[in-house]
Every structure is written in structure tokens, then in C-alpha cells.
């Protein structure tokens, strides 16, 4: 029998997935909740769905029965400009949606930025989380509820945490060639990353191997301070590093959330996703997936 996929919010990380799966004989099916990108999905061989958590009655009609649900719909940003940022997370609408079905799985796909900024220590899977930002605590508020519901009766749940997402198109080194990127601070701050076919395969192995109720960290084995990899990816495009930025005004500019992404100061240890889900990562540092995403 033909295994089922369905990726909630089909975008980079869902199409590099969906790559995957039907490499491996899965039927896939991805939503968007724009009509005009449904063509896209299905030229890529991915069956459209039109969903918007937003909108409740979209998800009337959804069942994921007996598939793998991969959910990788972020919070959504009701910021009314300027006032402060406001997220809402609608994971448990979703979760409402396929309590009817059987799944064979579910796979959120959520964000280190839980840990809050950790001053360069060594984090993992059991670490305490410390979400600062709004957007942050609406990852928490997901992952809440999908614990719960694994605790709570037959929901099969596994959370994957991944932290900067890069691939062909999406490097920092294409930041740097259009121009205008700044290193926050002296870049001293460690960051982590994880090339988007690593993560896919990820992915793939949380929803084949993953134990419900597990939480895994989707990061390369390479930590590495921001100004290393920017001047890196400079260097590789034979620019000279780019300048600086006070923290405070890229805060400013780049807002609460997305600065905090940019700014946390960890290093993400990756054994959990070796050891029990099998992953052996292609990239295993942004030396060698950055320069293969240019190409």
C-alpha cells in the first residue's frame, strides 16, 4: 500500500521535503493558503491542498488518516504596526482537525529559539527551554499542545527543532551579495544552522524511527561564531567581510523576534538525532553546505 504524506504549509523546507518522499514512493500532499501556488505544488508532483488556520472552516474538511502529518505552519504575527509583535499559534486547531484520524504520525517542525540566548553553552533536547520573544513562546504553546495530546490518548507527536534553515537560493552568503547585511555586535555570538535536505531527511526519519513524545534537535555538527561565517561566506564570494551593526539598531530594524534568531549565543548538540533516528548529515558544516548551495 502507497504511503501518505501531507505537509502543512508547503513551502522551502516542505518542497525539499516533499522531494524526498515521493523519492521513497510516499503520495504527498502539501497545503498553502494562497490558490495561486497550488499550480506550483502540483508541477512539483505534490497534491494542493487550500488551508489557512486562520480561517477554521478550511480545516473542516481535513483528514490525515493513516498518513504522516508533517506540520510546519509557524505562528502567525498579528502585529498591528507599530505596536509591540503579537503571535498566535493554531497547532491545536490542528491537532482538533485529525483527532478523527488514525495517523501514522505527527511531526511538528519547531525552532531552537526556545532556548532564549544560553550565553554560548552547550544545549540539547533536555535543556531547559526559555523562550523570550512572543514568537518563541508561541513555539512553546505549540509544542505544549502537541505533548499533551501524546499524553493524553493515541496522538502520535514528535517535535523537531531546527534552528537557522539555508539551502540553494537561502544562504547568508546570498544576503551578502545583494547587500545590506550587517553583523550584529562583534559577532562573537555562536550560531547553528542545518542545510534543508539534512533537515528533510530529518524529518523524514522523526516520522519513520521517532519515538511519539520525543522532542529532537535538527542542528549540523558545526556551531560557529556569526562573524566566522559571515566573513566565510564573504570570502567565498570574493567580497570583504561586511561591516558591523549595533545591536540595538539591527534590534530596531529587524524587530523583537527575528533579531533574537539572529542574535542567540548556543551550540546545539545533535547526538539524539544519530544515535536513535540513524541520520548521517550530508552537510555537516556550513563549509561544505554553504559553498554546494551556491553551486
Known amino acids: 500500500m502507497t504511503q501518505s504524506a501531507i505537509i502543512l504549509g508547503c513551502g522551502f523546507t516542505g518542497k525539499a521535503l516533499a522531494r524526498l518522499l515521493r523519492e521513497r514512493g510516499y503520495r504527498v500532499r ?132 531546527a534552528p537557522g534553515i539555508y539551502g540553494p537560493g537561502r544562504t547568508l552568503a546570498d544576503r551578502i551579495r545583494r547587500g545590506g547585511y550587517r553583523v550584529p555586535g562583534d559577532g562573537r555570538n555562536f550560531v547553528n544552522r542545518i542545510h534543508v535536505d539534512d533537515l528533510a531527511r530529518i524529518l523524514l526519519a522523526a516520522a519513520e524511527r521517532g519515538r511519539p513524545g520525543t522532542v529532537y534537535l535538527a542542528a549540523d555538527d558545526c556551531p560557529e561564531r556569526a562573524r566566522v561565517v559571515a566573513d566565510f561566506c564573504a570570502s567565498l564570494l570574493g567580497l570583504p567581510p561586511p561591516p558591523s551593526i549595533d545591536p540595538d539598531e539591527a534590534a530596531r530594524r529587524m524587530g523583537e523576534s527575528n533579531f533574537a534568531m539572529t542574535w542567540g549565543d548556543k551550540r546545539l548538540r545533535n547526538r539524539r538525532i544519530k544515535e536513535e533516528l540513524g541520520v548521517v548529515l550530508r552537510y555537516p558544516s556550513y563549509r561544505e553546505g554553504i559553498p554546494a548551495s551556491l553551486a
Not at 39 to 45: K, T, V
Not at 99 to 114: C, E, M, N, Q, W
Open 30 to 161: 502539501g497545503t498553502t493558503r494562497d490558490p495561486a501556488k497550488a499550480r506550483a505544488l502540483e508541477d512539483l508532483g505534490i497534491e494542493p491542498l487550500i488551508l489557512d488556520t486562520a480561517r477554521p472552516a478550511t480545516l473542516s474538511g481535513f483528514s490525515g488518516e493513516g498518513a504522516v502529518v508533517f506540520d510546519m505552519i509557524p505562528p502567525r504575527n498579528l502585529k498591528a504596526a507599530p505596536g509591540p509583535e503579537v503571535f498566535k499559534d493554531d497547532t491545536r486547531a490542528v491537532i482538533r482537525a485529525c483527532a478523527s484520524a488514525r495517523l501514522h504520525k505527527f511531526v511538528y517542525l519547531g525552532s531552537t529559539a526556545i532556548y532564549g540566548k544560553t550565553d554560548a553553552a552547550w544545549v540539547d533536547e533536555e535543556t531547559p527551554i526559555s523562550p523570550a520573544t512572543p514568537r518563541a513562546r508561541a513555539r512553546q504553546a505549540a509544542e505544549q499542545a502537541i505533548l499533551e495530546a501524546q499524553r493524553g490518548g493515541e496522538f502520535p507527536g514528535v517535535i523537531v527543532r
